[in-house]
C-alpha cells in the first residue's frame, strides 16, 4: 500500500508540474490558449488526487481533511476553466493569470499547509 500511495503522489506531482510547464511555455507569447499540456496535467493531477485520498483513506494514514478540501476544489475550479476554454483558440490574459495564479497557490497548500 505505502508504494501505491508513492506511486500516487509522483504521478500527482507530474500533473501538476505538466499544468504548470504548459502555462508557463506561453509566458512570453503574446496570445495565450488552453493546450494538451494543460489539459492532461490537470486531468492526471486531480484523478490522481481523488486516488491518492482514496489510498490514503484506506490505509492507516491520517490526513488532513480541511487541506485536502481546499486543494480537491482549487483542482476542480482549475479543471473547470481548462475544460471550458479548451477549444477556444485564445483567453485573456487574465484567464490565463488566475489559472497560473491557482495552479502555484494549490502546491503552496500541498506544501506549506502541514
Known amino acids: 500500500m505505502d508504494f501505491l ?13 505538466a499544468l504548470l ?7 512570453r507569447s503574446p496570445e495565450k490558449s ?5 489539459r492532461d496535467g ?3 493531477a486531480f484523478v490522481a488526487g481523488l486516488a491518492l ?6 490505509g492507516d494514514g491520517d490526513i488532513d481533511h480541511a487541506k485536502i478540501a481546499v486543494k480537491g476544489v482549487v483542482a476542480l475550479v482549475i479543471l ?3 475544460m471550458a476554454n479548451l477549444r477556444k483558440p485564445s483567453i ?13 497557490g494549490n502546491v503552496c497548500v500541498a506544501v506549506f499547509w502541514t
Do not use: D, P
Request: aromatic share 4%; hydrophobic share 65%; net charge positive.
Open 80 to 82: 473547470v476553466l481548462v
Open 42 to 44: 490537470i486531468g492526471t
Open 53 to 58: 485520498v482514496g489510498v490514503i483513506e484506506a
Open 5 to 17: 500511495r508513492h506511486l500516487l503522489l509522483v504521478v500527482h506531482i507530474l500533473g501538476f508540474s
Open 92 to 104: 485573456s490574459k487574465g484567464l490565463w493569470a488566475l489559472l497560473l495564479l491557482l495552479t502555484v
Open 21 to 27: 510547464g504548459g502555462l508557463l511555455v506561453q509566458a
Open 34 to 38: 488552453v493546450n494538451a499540456l494543460m
